[in-house]
């Protein structure tokens, strides 16, 4: 079984819609992250978090929002989904030490 | 303004040769810097790393050099396979005292090994 899973793997919703894509992860890890990759261009962080009651925003937090809700799950959020926000995204998680573990992405599309 | 930096989108190297990927970064704070690879439909997967009072890691066919004067990194592939067909990013990471966390990743390379 992968250690870290994402669901959905594809949306496709419509402008205005709440989005919500989950993370899971088996790696017992304290820190989770959230990054987008927009076609040609690098992963950029949106959010990370510590533990349980830390949370960081990143470079683009703006139009998301984040619940860690155990510290194996970390959910992203998208409250009013718009067409810029069609993207992949990726979960990954860290022990601290220096390389982070990415899920498998879920390729999300706003109509 | 981009603080990690892949000049070149592609690269083409014959099988068995040897394959460079270079990376230039801006951001003096940088504690670390690491080299992915990704996979189509995959999420990326770590190969190697080097701290940033090291100028040089060696993993197999993997090694990494850094030149910190030149703010300059390089990722050598020897022997290139037709597996090492891929999209390398180049990611930093800042120093963990100032708070921050998370990467900082270029927009990749890449890389297409011709049989």
């Known amino acids: 079984d992968a250690d870290v899973t994402q669901t959905p793997r594809n949306r496709i919703t419509k402008t205005g819609k709440r989005i919500m894509l989950e993370c899971s992860q088996t790696?017992?890890?304290?820190?989770m992250y959230w990054y987008r990759q927009d076609p040609g261009l690098g992963l950029r962080l949106i959010y990370y978090?510590?533990?349980?009651?830390?949370?960081n925003k990143g470079e683009i937090s703006d139009g998301y929002s984040v619940s860690r809700q155990a510290q194996a799950k970390f959910s992203l959020s998208l409250e009013s989904a718009i067409p810029n926000q069609t993207a992949l995204y990726f979960c990954a998680t860290s022990d601290s030490l220096v390389e982070q573990f990415f899920g498998p992405g879920t390729r999300l599309t706003v109509l | 303004d981009q603080q990690v930096k892949q000049n070149s989108p592609s690269l083409s190297v014959q099988e068995g040769r040897i394959s460079i990927l270079n990376c230039d970064y801006t951001n003096s704070m940088f504690d670390y810097f690491l080299w992915y690879k990704k996979y189509p439909a995959e999420g990326p997967t770590f190969l190697i790393s080097i701290s940033s009072i090291k100028d040089k890691n060696e993993d197999g066919r993997f090694t990494v050099f850094l030149n910190k004067s030149a703010k300059h990194l390089s990722l050598h592939i020897v022997p290139s396979q037709p597996g090492d067909s891929a999209v390398y990013f180049c990611?930093?990471?800042?120093?963990?005292?100032?708070?921050?966390?998370?990467?900082?990743f270029g927009k990749g390379t890449h890389l297409i090994i011709q049989p």
């Open positions: 790696k017992g890890h304290d820190r």
């Open positions: 978090s510590f533990d349980v009651k830390d949370i």
């Open positions: 990611a930093a990471r800042p120093y963990s005292g100032g708070g921050a966390d998370g990467l900082t």
